[in-house]
């Protein structure tokens, strides 16, 4: 239907990418305002359980398209298949993660249809008729608000975790709609030789439990300290802006505005005063522990728990404890 609303399913060896969920809730909201369908579209080299799965996530349809040659990640063809399905069916928008793959196939479909693309979008409202994509702008100063008023249908990226996941019903199933789109090897200018794992990969996003850092840390020894917390906590290591400017640690570890948007069960922040851009990226994060030793400090206010002093004496302590407790 013309005015549905698409989310893009996005997996990995397999599984889809439980953000993709996120997409689900926020994709049915704007379909609700239209009085329209949330639909989801897969591509892949078997789709059948990622489309159930969809299917129980709330998308009502699932457009599938299924070959060998979508076997593994492959952006090129991947964004054929897309751009296929988005100009056979119209629908009013397509949103994709805001993720390395998502913005791959959505830039190179929307390049291909020769459409706008909205990227890291961070809001979406039904507004006159159109879906509203807000975004920020001028390195986070501002934010900005635009619509495609042209292109059928609309294009966006979404920020991970800016939108809660849609809720799942195990009894929900979604219509399949499978489309034969032949593309070969020979139609394609790229060969993904191989896959190499980051030794230094950081999944902050999916993280359950994180450690953040500072500029109160002093230095990228204090770093050492909180890896060897979140380590043993099972958790992942973030950062401020501040502490990433200071060259003591990559930039892949930043939290907030201009970092990544994070919502942990638990958010434990050491040496962070809480600066509003910082507090942007988790404050929806289920328990924020502070450690800092001003007890003016603005985290404070966000915080669930506040521990006043120096995080080179609290954190051993804490290592202590949870070893103690975890039998580690
Ligand atoms: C457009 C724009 C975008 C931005 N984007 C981001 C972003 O994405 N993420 C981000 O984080 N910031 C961002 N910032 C920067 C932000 O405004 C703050 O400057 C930054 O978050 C401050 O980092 P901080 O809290 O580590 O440092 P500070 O504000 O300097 O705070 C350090 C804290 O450490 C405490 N402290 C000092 N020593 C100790 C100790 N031994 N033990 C315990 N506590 C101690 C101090 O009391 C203080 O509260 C952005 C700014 C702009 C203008």
Redo the contacts with the bound molecule.
């Keep these: 239907m013309a005015n549905d609303v698409w989310v893009y399913i996005e997996h990995k060896d397999g599984d889809i990418t439980p953000m993709s969920f996120e997409l689900l809730g926020i994709g049915k909201q704007l379909a609700d305002g239209f009085g329209s369908s949330v639909c989801a579209f897969v591509i892949g080299d078997k789709v059948d359980d990622l489309a159930k799965e969809a299917g129980a996530f709330g998308a009502t349809k699932v457009y599938a398209v299924e070959g060998d040659v979508f076997k593994g990640f492959r952006g090129e063809a991947y964004a054929k298949a897309a751009a296929f399905l988005l100009e056979k069916y119209k629908p009013e928008i397509a949103l994709f993660r805001a993720t390395s793959m998502g913005t791959d196939v959505a830039a190179a479909a929307a390049a291909q249809l020769g459409f706008g693309l909205c990227t890291d979008t961070i809001g979406l409202a039904v507004d006159g008729g159109k879906v509203k994509m807000t975004r920020a702008a001028f ?3 501002y934010s900005v608000s635009v619509v495609n008023e042209k292109a059928a249908p609309q294009i966006a990226t979404v920020r991970p975790k800016a939108f809660a996941m849609g809720a799942k019903d195990a009894s929900k199933s979604a219509e399949v709609v499978k489309e034969s789109f032949a593309l070969a090897d020979a139609d394609l200018a790229t060969k993904v030789v191989e896959f190499i794992k980051s030794a230094t990969a950081v999944n902050l996003v999916e993280a359950d439990i994180i450690v953040s850092g ?3 840390l ?1 230095s990228d020894a204090g770093f050492a300290m909180l890896q060897e917390l979140a380590d043993l906590l099972g958790g992942a290591v973030g950062a ?4 990433v400017d200071s060259e003591w640690i990559p930039y892949e570890h ?6 990544k948007t994070v919502k942990p069960k638990i958010y434990i922040a ?9 507090l942007a ?1 988790m404050r929806t994060s289920d328990c924020i522990v502070a ?4 007890p003016d ?1 603005p ?1 404070f206010k966000a915080a669930s728990f506040g521990i006043v ?4 004496e609290i954190v051993p302590k804490m290592i202590e404890k949870f070893k103690g407790k975890l039998n580690k």
């Design positions: 390195g986070g100063n500072g500029r109160g002093g401020s802006r501040a502490a930043q939290v907030g505005q201009t970092g050491c040496g962070i005063s809480g600066a509003i851009q910082h990226g450690i800092n030793k001003d400090a985290i002093g120096d995080y080179k």
